[in-house]
């Protein structure tokens, strides 16, 4: 209730018809006359059981209008082997590490994404996924918060939580809850009627990907059910909005350098505010003047961002008329992600053209100051200053000693990938890439070893290197993929496929569109990725590769 009370009914009838378990119960509170129906039933089309409750209530004939509100709950018991490690996931929410459960705990997750209903369980030591996943809902009546923190309250009518709590040393219940666990419907006099469905699967996946990444295919074909029509699209949808936004944002200072950053003091191009990729969408899209603004603003962060020794700020100052950085040097994402930017827009523009060898030899040089300071093992930090030393970042969050110097690396896979795709394009030109291409294998060694192994893709924000991270995912599989390219060693290939998994579960469909090889391919899991995207993350597109 509204008011913190909890109440445990129970079902007064219990039948089975056609091999199902149907359990009823009915009770009056607040005012209103409740009858559930809660049906049990196994699925025939895939390894699990379907489980549906009906919700309804009208109010009484003595109901008196009050502020009362109601919330349902249920728990449904998963059937688990002893003494295991396991590994939990609400994707977009939280992922953990493998950990033996801990007893008496309980966590729920909610939130305004498709993604809050769907939840999964994996056993890491007998490799089973145990998972639930909203089959269907609809709901009438009025939702209304506890408290005014939400805006979209009509949004919020289809919302529900999910999450799990561990009741004994290896008992485990699904816990799902009607509306989010923080508001309540309610009680005004309008009559509630409510039916959900979920689908519990208990399936065997060699991996902890190949679990989330199964029972997201479930969830994706069944409850989304895109289709390529639909993703092309929508695609064409975001591009032009995507475009309307851009030219509302476009400014040029007078004798100043140009950029999407609206009445922003200071440009960014990298990690977050990237004006050349925006650049490069806009000549992409619109060709025309965008052209030249793509070339103006390339040239600009070249002459006035970049030392000669390949380190860059990727950030200026337009009234200090000066590059800025947030830290005393600065992040090898922001850079790296500058980098790649303009190694795109030279490629770009040769191919019409116009030949700016200055970009290119500034990429290189960034790839020379990279290998320069990568680690032995392949790696490297997460931030350096010009001289190459590198700069501690002083996180958001608390970092356990023992794991520091692994927390340090966490963003490893982020430089691999312009390394190897510049190899790459060095090699099509016939020109001599010997020495990025084995920094790129042994970076990739370190990528295979360290992360895809783990399944744990941290590290991209900086601030929290030790939190899971969907760019993470996407710079290791861009970066395996191209190693693949280079050399040919199907491990590669593997660990690309591995970390798109773990993305595309991730971002509840925002495709890795770097990786689209891995359609091209005709593998199919290749195919099985690019069907489920929902939408493409063409911001994130390597242009050329259209």
């Avoid at 953990?96 to 498709?114: A, D, H, L, N, S």
């Avoid at 200090?320 to 994402?333: A, D, K, L, Q």
Wanted: charged share 30%; hydrophobic share 35%.
């Amino acid at each position: 209730m509204s008011g913190g009370e909890r109440k445990e009914i129970r079902y007064g009838e219990h039948e089975s018809s056609g091999g199902a378990d149907i359990l009823r119960a009915s009770f009056s509170e607040g005012g209103y006359f409740f009858e559930i129906e809660d049906i049990t039933a196994e699925r025939k089309d895939v390894p699990g059981v379907l489980v549906s409750r009906s919700i309804k209530a009208r109010p009484e004939e003595d109901f008196n209008e009050c502020s009362e509100g109601i919330m349902f709950e249920v728990m449904l018991p998963v059937e688990l082997p002893p003494n295991c490690k396991w590994r939990f996931c609400s994707p977009s929410i939280d992922m953990t590490r493998p950990r033996k459960m801990v007893y008496k705990k309980r966590k729920t997750y909610q939130g305004e994404i498709e993604s809050g209903n769907l939840f999964g369980a994996y056993n890491c030591d007998k490799h089973v996924m145990y998972s639930i996943y909203r089959s269907s809902m609809s709901l009438k009546g009025i939702l209304i918060p506890k408290e005014s923190t939400f805006k979209h309250i009509r949004q919020m009518e289809s919302m529900a939580a999910l999450g799990y709590e561990v009741i004994g040393r290896d008992e485990l219940e699904f816990i799902i809850s009607w509306p989010m666990a923080t508001d309540y419907y309610l009680m005004d006099g309008s009559p509630i009627d409510i039916y959900l469905e979920y689908t519990i699967l208990t399936d065997k996946a060699p991996t902890f990907s190949d679990g989330m990444f199964n029972t997201y295919k479930h969830f994706v074909y069944e409850v989304l059910k895109p289709d390529i029509n639909g993703i092309k699209k929508e695609r064409t949808d975001g591009f032009r909005q995507t475009k309307e936004r851009l030219e509302g944002l476009y400014r040029r200072t007078e004798n100043g350098p140009e950029s999407f950053s609206g009445d922003s003091d200071v440009i960014g191009y990298g990690m977050g505010d990237r004006n050349i990729k925006l650049a490069l969408f806009m000549a992409f899209s619109e060709g025309g003047k965008w052209i030249g603004v793509l070339e103006r603003m390339t040239d600009f962060f070249v002459s006035n961002c970049v030392s000669t020794s390949g380190f860059g700020y990727t950030s200026f100052d337009i009234k200090e008329n000066r590059p800025v950085s947030m830290i005393e040097g600065n992040y090898v994402i922001a850079m790296t992600e500058a980098a790649f930017d303009v190694l795109r827009a030279y490629r770009f523009l040769k191919k019409r053209g116009i030949n700016k060898p200055a970009w290119l030899e500034l990429v290189r040089r960034y790839a020379d100051y990279l290998i320069k300071i990568q680690n032995s093992d392949g790696s490297w930090y997460h931030a350096y200053d010009e001289e190459g030393n590198e700069v501690e970042i002083r996180t958001k969050e608390k970092v356990r000693f023992e794991v520091k110097d692994a927390v340090r690396k966490t963003g490893a896979g982020v430089p691999l990938s312009l390394i190897s795709r510049l190899a790459i394009y060095l090699e099509s030109i016939n020109l001599n890439a010997d020495e990025y291409k084995a920094a790129a294998i042994l970076c990739a060694q370190y990528v295979i070893k360290n992360i895809v192994r783990f399944e744990m893709y941290l590290g991209a924000d900086p601030d929290y290197p030790s939190a899971f991270a969907k760019d993470s995912a996407k710079y290791a599989l861009m970066g395996l993929y191209n190693t693949y390219e280079l050399c040919g060693d199907e491990k590669y290939l593997e660990g690309a496929v591995s970390a798109a998994k773990l993305f595309v579960v991730w971002n509840n469909g925002d495709f890795p569109c770097d990786c689209v090889e891995l359609y091209k391919l005709g593998l199919k899991t290749g195919e099985e990725i690019f069907t489920m995207s929902t939408y493409y993350s063409f911001m994130d597109f390597d242009i050329e590769e259209l």
